[in-house]
Nanobody, 124 residues
């Protein structure tokens, strides 16, 4: 059964760090791009970062460049999102998703499988 399961969210103070994990099953990361998206209350879903099937191409939203890093471990069927220097505006539910293609995009339209999400709250 195809699944994506996020974990690693929580409450952190501004300036702190979290690492989100997306464990996939039912398919191999070698053939699909994976994206991280987030949605804050009252806001539209936003593409945060993505990684191509080869792992060689990554993209980031301007709002997280230099602070977030996406990576993957094919042996563990896991994609990570390392989030540093967190800000209150990073508060949202974070989702990982599988794109239909090997190359990644920050547009959610071509992602057809989604995880259930993990809450990230940045607050003092």
């Amino acid at each position: 059964q195809l699944q994506l399961v996020e974990s690693g969210g929580g409450l952190v103070q501004p300036g702190g760090s979290l690492r989100l994990s997306c464990v996939v099953s039912g398919f191999t990361l070698d053939y699909y791009a994976i994206g991280w998206f987030r949605q804050a209350p009252g806001k539209e879903r936003e593409g945060v970062s993505c990684i191509s099937s080869s792992g060689g191409i990554t993209k980031y939203a301007d709002s997280v460049k230099g602070r977030f890093t996406i990576s993957r471990d094919s042996a563990k069927n896991t994609v990570y999102l390392q989030m540093n220097s967190l800000k209150p505006e990073d508060t949202a539910i974070y989702y990982c998703a599988r794109r239909r293609f090997m190359y990644c995009s920050l547009s959610s339209g071509e992602y057809n499988y989604w995880g259930q999400g993990t809450q990230v709250t940045v607050s003092s």
